[in-house]
């Protein structure tokens, strides 16, 4: 069984995906302006509540809110991975409907997941990203 990542013309058939997508990504850009009142209903992280340590995610909501505000410095700041999730994952969904549209690539997934090379690396980095908000405290 092949595994991995392997690319393809997109088709008629990615169309529905591809609006979701592009409306998602408009249904964000709308509701930016209420960020600020959405997190105050965010709870505290527990981990950080009980050990003093951020989580992994320690720090996504301040993220959100910098990206909301055009930051993406700030965003960085407070965390690096969901800075750069949220900000790729938007602008892919809001050039996925005129990207299918002109019939470009898109990526299959072959079976089986990560390779143990891919797996450790995506060990990795979430390691060094959780070191990271540790040694800044977040």
Request: include cysteine; charged fraction near 10%; aromatic fraction near 6%.
């Amino acid at each position: 069984m092949r595994t991995g990542l392997s690319w393809r013309r997109a088709r008629r058939r990615d169309q529905p995906l591809a609006l979701g997508l592009t409306l998602g990504a408009v249904a964000a850009a709308m509701l930016a302006p209420w960020t600020p009142v959405l997190a105050r209903l965010a709870p505290a992280c527990v981990l950080h509540t009980l050990t003093g340590l951020p989580c992994p995610a320690c720090g996504a909501t301040r993220a959100v809110l910098a990206l909301a505000r055009l930051d993406p410095v700030a965003a960085f700041a407070f965390n690096p991975l969901m800075a750069l999730g949220l900000g790729g994952g938007f602008i892919v969904a809001a050039v996925a409907l005129p990207w299918v549209a002109a019939r470009g690539p898109v990526p299959i997934v072959l079976g089986g997941g990560l390779s143990p090379r891919g797996r450790a690396l995506a060990g990795c980095v979430l390691a060094v990203h959780w070191a990271w908000l540790v040694a800044r405290g977040v």
